[in-house]
């Protein structure tokens, strides 16, 4: 029975996440979440592997953002509009994954194409929407009927400032939030009018996020890092946080620190809030809080941050994003790749618990390093209903989730995000290939230059390996333990292990973007620029060239037996080749078409080709045996099933189609959306059973077919995947180690465990056994007091019924008493019956008579109403006579239009059937012509055969006429030959020559080609000696550049080194003199301390002045200084201040030299050995000149401490005799002074004639050097 439908699959994995959408995942319950993939927004289970589907209506239209109700029913897609278009909101049930509702501008004169930000009410009845510019309106919507409540402008009144988000109240459907950069709102309605109230002076700051932290307060965060707070519309002047840095918050206290912080920060923007005025009328929800509670918040406010972290500057600052709330506490993200996470633990109080981030450990072997990418910057957070775990997502296609409520922050500072579901690709995805033997198939990434095994019936990545080099194409081998991969410089062969991959062979071929293994994998091709080169995947022998492609070579198919192989290019070329012999067997050439996909079948007699031009192509023996126009756009890439009655292609934006074989004049196809981008790849299991496709924006679909039935090629039963794998023996005996090891360790592990067991066992027997000691000494105790305990109760009883004997014999006689006293008040009591029983008779007999008026009074109004009612009745029954009337009027009238209606409809089907009628009559009539025209060319057709009876005839006489023609034709003949015979001859040495002259044309063709393939060899290797000899120019002057940068060096060296020596010479001697002048202070203390001893010593005469007198002179000549020894004390100063004078002069004269010096040796290099030698000789006289003066510097200092001026202080007395001793051999002293001195200018004198000569000879050096050079 032959099928007349076409394959039909069903998406049932879809990898990949839309980057491009904001507020891009949500959870819809615990273990489901919600993304938009692609062309679908998926709703994936994570702990059944499952996923729903939610397909867009128009995959053309771009998705700007997804909001999800409160309840997790309804989700909400805003959909940007084309231009002269109106935006869309399409609002989708998740119960029944179908479209509910699209909603709309209602106006005609809106320019906006796109509402900026959309938000359900927590109650999900009603949807606020905002359009972008110009508009900036807010539209209410009441989603379900449809229709727009109410609307109004939520722009500035300003109009400064745009709009990113609205932010509904969590129990106030009528109050809303609009920030955005410079605008902060506060918005309700009432009766349909929206009005603004509260603080709204945000013209000086970029708000980045914003939440609703409580029904009264908002919490929201700017660009440069700080949390501000409004509470019942009232901005918090002193509820400033950084939000990096804050770590508690808790609104009962006030905190001075950070009221200067504010300050400074409120500068820093450029910001001064003012008080909300007094006139603004707050909401029901902000009402309900009390006024006492609410002067106690304004007044009270606190944070507390981290005393020991530094205020980082403006550049250092990250803005808030992604300001999420739920019951428990609040996150937000803020810093490179950081989520911060307060948990609420009062009304008022939010205490920091963690810190979350995206780290190396985030990802899956997926990440070469561990620093941080913009690509990690985070775009959303959700939290489950549970809130047990935080969802993120960045700018890349991957979820990230961690448990919120985990360790806290003391225990672990941060916590790193982990992947949710597989690690996916990051970038195009540019191969795939599909395993035969295991239910894997591979993939390779353009951006990520990664390789990734999938297994597509555990849903999960089983492999990851990143590579430095490009990764173009990649090929399994059947039994999925080898891999064919192109890099940008080699083909390599890879053998897959457990987990990695091993290099175990590797090809010259570069930037391969095309390889295939033989269907049975004893053969694989790959493509090398124009050629397609076939290699034994055993002895890796290249076993022919297939040369014939113009243009590039775009996809490969093997036959199943692997006898025939398929090329096409963009060129507009399909090859077949024999893998016999390496040859052409068959070719298509189509200069129009570029190829893009082609797929032999079992039998190797059929190839299908797709291109450019969007037809299917049924290639067989050279020819074109069908070509089938599909779905209007260029077809991209082909799968046939092994079966041979299937064929799956894709093409246009996503498109998959599939189509029933053998094609017929109309092909039977479906198409199916999923992908909204470019589908790169296509891959068929071996079974038949399951699709994978690729596409550009990295996204994965696995398909499954759900009517394979006689489709699908028919398997053994016993067939069953390959579960085995690879393991090098390195690793295999690694693991063996490490096995051996653990064993061991649990070995040690249980006797450890069972020798502590046995100690704690003995230790708790011990302790059991006091216990019960005590335990029992207790019980003993208790005993004695139960007895003691008892022996009381007995008395206690006794004593008791004495008591109670007395207590009973009182209260008879207080009952006789009570008695006696009882029956007097009877008596009273019976008198008093009496008199109230007679009343109760007058009063009864009073009350019927009432009752009787009252019930006369009661029939007369009751016979009244009766009346009044029984006319309102007759009323009330002739106006629904009248009405029944006009009733049976209108259904009389109705049911004439039915009739006329029905008798019109009647009209029309005659008319069209009658139509119709005649357009039968019409073929029928047309098929009458037809079939005489056919009994017309039967007629002709008789008399065409008579015709060629007759010619048959005219050949007979003709062959006759040949016959004696024959006869003439012999003679001549004979002539003929005799003139054959000196052609011959003749013939014969031309022969010779030409053969000659071919020889050598085939000989020149030979060397053309040689020529041709050296030309070509030369170019590829010049292309290749190009690159590094501008590499190498650059490098040998980067060299130069590097050697004279390295002289500079060298010289600022030595300058610093012997600037170095200067100052620790310096340093030497300024330590020196400060050691004398604090020698000198000590000297003084102690002279002082003697004069105040001698002072003490002069009081004891204070009654006899003569004696006074004495001793104060000989006070003041034991310790005051001469006149004349203060003038030479004046005098040697200056001797020394002009001796210093003259030593810094020399010094600068050095300097200045070694300068010269410097320079001379940067110009020459051939004496640079020879002036150094002599500049260390200089170095050593100028070292023996400090030495002098160092010596000369000590005997100044023993000159002064002779003379008393120095620290080591000499009385009067003793310094007049040495004086006296050193002027008597003052003039031989001077003359010695005069002599060294006159030596000391000598010696400078020479070496500054030394050094001129060697400036000249410098000089000299360098004008043959720049001869030379020029």
Known sequence: MAITTAPNIAARIFYGLRIDIQYNA??????????????????????????????????????????????????????????????????YD?????????????????????????????????????????????????????????????????????????????????????????????????????????????ENLNITSCMWLTPDRIMFGTSKGMLMLVENGEFRQNCVFRAAEVVEMSLRKVDTEFLSLYSQDMSSHNFQPKPKSSNLKPSSVLAQRGQAEETAEKRSISSKQDASSERLSDAELYPVTCLT??????????????????????????????????????????????????????????VDPHQENLLITTLRPQLYYVKLFGQHMLQNPEISFMELGPAMHYGRINSLSMCAWKPIFMTSGEQDRSLRVWNYMTDDVELIRLYQEEVHVVSLHPTGLFAVVGFSDKLRFLVILIDDFEVMREFPIRNCKCAKFSTNGQMFAAVNGKVVQVFSSVSFVNMFNLKGHNGEVTCLSWSASDSILVSCGNEGAVYEWSMSNGQRVGEIIIKTNQFYGCAINMAGKITYAVGSDGEIKELGSSSIRRQIKLIGRPLDTVALSRSDMMLFISGGEGSVVSVQLPLLDK??????????????????????????????????????????????????????????????????????????????????????????????????????????????????????????????????????????????????KSLQALETDFNIKLIGEYDRYQNLEDKTARMRKEYEERLEQLAESKRLALRDMSEMYENQVDEKDTAFNELQEQFNLAKREHETIKRCLEEDADREIIEIRTSYETQLKEEKDANVRLKGETGLMKKKLIVANKEIDEFKHQILQLKDEQVQFQGVISALEKDVSDLKKEISERDGTIQDKERRIYDLKRKKQELEKYKFVLNFKITELKNQIEPLERDLKEKKKRILELEESLEKLLHQISYRETKISQLDDKLVSAKKDYLNEAHR?????????????????????????????????????????????????????????????????????????KNQLAKALGGTKSDVGRIMDENCVLLTE?????????????????????????????????????????????????????????????????????????????????????????
């Not at 109009?159 to 605008?183: F, H, K, M, R, W």
């Not at 950081?338 to 997926?366: C, D, G, P």
């Not at 009067?1212 to 003039?1227: D, G, Q, S, Y």
Request: one cysteine or more; aromatic letters at 8%.
């Open 1081 to 1153: 202070n000590l000297m003084m203390k102690n002279t002082l301390q003697k004069i105040k001893i001698d002072l003490h010593n002069i009081t004891t005469y204070f009654q006899d002045p003569q004696k006074l007198k004495s001793s104060v002179k000989v006070l003041f000549h034991k310790y005051v200084e001469d006149i004349d020894f203060l003038r030479s004390r004046v005098a040697e100063d200056e001797a020394l201040r002009e001796f210093n004078r003259q030593r810094d002069h020399l010094e600068k004269q050095v300097v200045l030299l």
């Open 325 to 382: 709330n739920f019951p428990k506490g609040f996150a937000f993200a803020c810093g490179q790749g950081y989520v911060h996470m307060f948990e609420k633990e009062s009304l008022h109080h939010w205490q920091k618990r963690n810190l979350f981030r995206i780290s190396r450990k985030s990802y899956k072997h997926t990440r070469d390093t561990p620093i941080w990418s913009p690509q990690d910057a985070i775009q959303h957070i959700a």
């Open 94 to 202: 998740l119960n029944t994954c179908k479209r509910r509702k699209i909603l709309t501008v209602p106006f005609e004169n809106s320019t906006a194409r796109e509402f900026a930000c959309v938000q359900f009410t927590f109650d999900s009845k009603y949807l606020v929407a905002i359009t972008g510019e110009p508009d900036w309106y807010l539209y209410y919507y009441n989603w379900d009927k449809g229709k727009v409540e109410s609307h109004a402008k939520a722009q500035n009144p300003s109009g400064q400032g745009t709009i990113t988000a609205v932010s509904c109240n969590p129990t106030d459907a009528t109050l809303v939030v609009i920030t955005g950069p410079y605008t902060f709102r506060i918005m309700n309605v009432s009766e349909t009018v929206w009005r603004q109230w509260g603080w709204c002076k945000a």
């Open 1182 to 1270: 100028i070292n023996n000149m400090r030495t002098d003066l160092k010596t000369a510097r000590t005997r100044c200092w023993e000159m002064e401490s002779i003379l008393g001026l120095s620290a080591r202080y000499v009385p009067p007395a003793v310094a007049r005799r040495k004086l006296k001793h050193i002027t008597e051999n003052r003039e031989k002293i001077q003359e010695r002074f005069n002599e060294k001195l006159g030596e000391k200018e000598q010696t400078i004198e020479e070496l500054k004639t030394e050094n001129q000569k060697l400036l000249e000879k410098i000089k000299c050096a360098e004008v043959p050097d720049k001869d030379e050079y020029k």
């Open 667 to 812: 092909a039977l196809f479906k198409e199916f959306h999923v992908h909204n981008r470019r589908v790169t790849r296509l891959a068929l299991s071996y079974d038949d059973q399951t699709l994978v496709s690729v596409a550009e924006d990295a996204s994965i679909c696995v398909w499954k077919l759900t009517n394979a039935d006689g489709r699908a090629i028919a398997l053994d039963k016993d067939f069953a995947y390959s579960k085995e794998i690879l393991i090098s023996k390195r690793d295999l005996q690694e693991k063996l180690n490490n096995m051996d090891l653990l064993a061991t360790r649990l070995t040690e592990l249980e006797t450890e465990h069972a020798y502590q067991l046995r100690q704690t066992e003995a230790l708790h027997a011990e302790k059991l056994k006091e216990i019960h000691e005590g335990y029992g000494a207790a019980i003993e105790e208790l005993k004695e007091k139960n007895e003691t305990m008892e022996s009381e109760h007995a008395h206690e009883i006794g004593v008791i019924q004495q008591d109670i004997s007395k207590m009973r014999a009182n209260q008879e």
């Open 26 to 91: 949500h959870y819809v319950s615990e273990s489901e979440v919600l993304y938009p993939a692609g062309g679908v927004v998926v709703v994936h289970d994570h702990s059944l592997k499952k996923q729903r589907f939610i397909k867009l209506q128009d995959k053309s239209k771009a998705v700007k953002s997804l909001a999800l109700a409160p309840n997790r029913r309804w989700l909400a897609l805003n959909e940007v509009a084309e231009e002269g278009q109106k935006p869309t909101i399409t609002v």
